[in-house]
């Protein structure tokens, strides 16, 4: 079945750690994202790549980075510069279609992440 | 950024009831979209509606979309105890490539 892949479930991150979340999807789209989810605030994006080896950052990309170096793979890392890391982060990925923009979304099932 | 809005951000209602869910945003979009969540879960892609279009359907669902007042609503019909979840809209800008600017949501709760 074609999907996107989110691991692990749940994480936990000491103070100061570097911490990496996985995306992996074989739908072939070419786009990715990350989003934040806190609660009450809705959705945040955080980087977003259109295509191999370039990526956006998003509206709250200060303390992460990402990495598209294959197609299917989309890793956020939560660099200890991220004072607030506590959150649910989704992956998504999408196909753009002509005259219709950016087509329904697919998402992880998400990484709760909090920091101990 | 331009963002959806959801009206309201709670709602209860009993089995069998309708249920509507609006969302307004600010600036000229390519389509508008509507997502379910359930708890702890991702997002799941419930229907699309272009800026040229005004009303569309999908089973239980009704979506519309008033381009000149920049609002949609979203009525799920005899609503099921499954419905249960919460519901985001989400713009898709017009200038260009943009990605999806998603609301806050409106938690549904649906009672047997």
């Known amino acids: 079945d074609g999907g996107i892949t989110q691991s692990p479930k749940y994480l936990f991150r000491k103070e100061g750690q570097n911490v990496t979340l996985s995306c992996e999807q074989n739908l072939n789209h070419d786009a990715m994202y990350w989003y934040r989810q806190d609660p009450g605030q809705g959705l945040r994006l955080i980087y977003y790549?259109?295509?191999?080896?370039?990526?956006q950052k998003g509206d709250i990309a200060e303390g992460y980075s990402v990495s598209r170096e294959k197609k299917e793979s989309f890793p956020l890392t939560v660099t200890s510069a991220q004072k607030n890391p506590t959150a649910f982060y989704l992956c998504a990925s999408s196909i753009f279609v002509s005259g219709i923009g950016n087509y329904g979304y697919t998402f992880g099932s998400g990484t709760r992440l909090t920091v101990v | 950024s331009q963002q959806g809005e959801e009206d309201p951000q709670a709602l209860s209602i009993q089995e069998g009831e309708n249920a509507t869910m609006n969302c307004s945003y600010k600036?000229?979009?390519?389509?508008l979209q509507w997502y379910r969540q359930n708890s702890g879960r991702g997002l799941v892609h419930l229907i699309l509606i272009r800026s040229n279009e005004r009303e569309k359907h999908s089973g239980r669902l009704r979506v519309t979309l008033d381009t000149s007042k920049k609002s949609s609503s979203l009525l799920i019909t005899a609503s099921r105890a499954a419905d249960t979840a919460s519901y985001f809209c989400a713009t898709d800008g017009a200038a260009g490539y943009s990605t999806l600017t998603f609301g806050k949501g409106t938690m549904l709760l649906v009672s047997p």
């Open positions: 600036t000229s979009i390519n389509n």
């Open positions: 790549s259109q295509i191999v080896n370039d990526f």
